[in-house]
T-cell receptor, first 110, second 118 residues
Framework: GQNIDQPTEMTATEGAIVQINCTYQ??????LFWYQQHAGEAPTFLSY????GLEEKGRFSSFLSRSKGYSYLLLKELQMKDSASYLC???????????FGQGTELSVKP | GAVVSQHPSWVICKSGTSVKIECRSL??????MFWYRQFPKQSLMLMAT?????????EQGVEKDKFLINHASLTLSTLTVTSAHPEDSSFYIC??????????????FGPGTRLLVL
């Protein structure tokens, strides 16, 4: 079966760094996405990893290890507006359909 | 980044009517689009995969005769909720697949459509 695990909730302090982990077990692998979703809004694309390693994009970085079935999203210099749900999604085959985790609800406190 | 639009952003209708939602990729061609539904405080639920020029592929438990999907061009997919009932009230979100270059594909979501059936 297809399984993607990420923590349900996390809390962090404004200005700090937070790492949101995602582990996956899927029938195939053609890439992993991270999305940000604020309450009441649609998801916004953050990153796409298909090769092992770290990809940095401003305050956000995403890491992938295919051999371990593991990814993380790193958020630096946290701001209050970063409070949102962060979705990990795996693209298991060529058809494009994504398998989503349940999402991690991040609360940033002053 | 690429932009995907949805129209309308919200709709209120009477029970029994049909509602059409449009999803457009504005600056790239999308041979594949996806339709999701999301209830409050729940995760995204994939309803169907929309392929340009062919029939949509529906997920298990999704009625194809109730949720009609048409992907008539490389930039437009439509979802029609036929004979809508209050239990169909939800947040409907589309995404479009941008194959990009060098194997770096991305999937962008539209802003969503809130449907309220009275």
């Amino acid at each position: 079966g297809q399984n993607i695990d990420q923590p349900t909730e996390m809390t962090a302090t404004e200005g700090a760094i937070v790492q949101i982990n995602c582990t996956y077990q899927t029938s195939g692998f053609n890439g992993l996405f991270w999305y940000q979703q604020h309450a009441g809004e649609a998801p916004t694309f953050l990153s796409y990893n298909v090769l092992d390693g770290l990809e940095e994009k401003g305050r956000f970085s995403s890491f992938l290890s295919r051999s371990k079935g593991y990814s993380y999203l790193l958020l630096k210099e946290l701001q209050m507006k970063d409070s949102a749900s962060y979705l990990c999604a795996v693209h298991p085959n060529q058809g494009g359909k994504l398998i989503f985790g349940q999402g991690t609800e991040l609360s940033v406190k002053p | 980044g690429a932009v995907v639009s949805q129209h309308p952003s919200w709709v209120i209708c009477k029970s029994g009517t049909s509602v059409k939602i449009e999803c457009r990729s504005l600056d790239f061609q999308a041979t594949t689009m996806f339709w999701y539904r999301q209830f409050p405080k729940q995760s995204l639920m994939l309803m169907a995969t929309s392929n340009e020029g062919s029939k949509a592929t529906y997920e298990q438990g999704v009625e194809k005769d109730k949720f009609l999907i048409n992907h008539a061009s490389l930039t437009l997919s439509t979802l029609t909720v036929t004979s809508a009932h209050p239990e169909d009230s939800s947040f409907y979100i589309c995404s479009a697949r941008d194959l990009g270059t060098g194997g770096r594909e991305t999937q962008y979501f539209g802003p969503g459509t809130r449907l309220l059936v009275l």
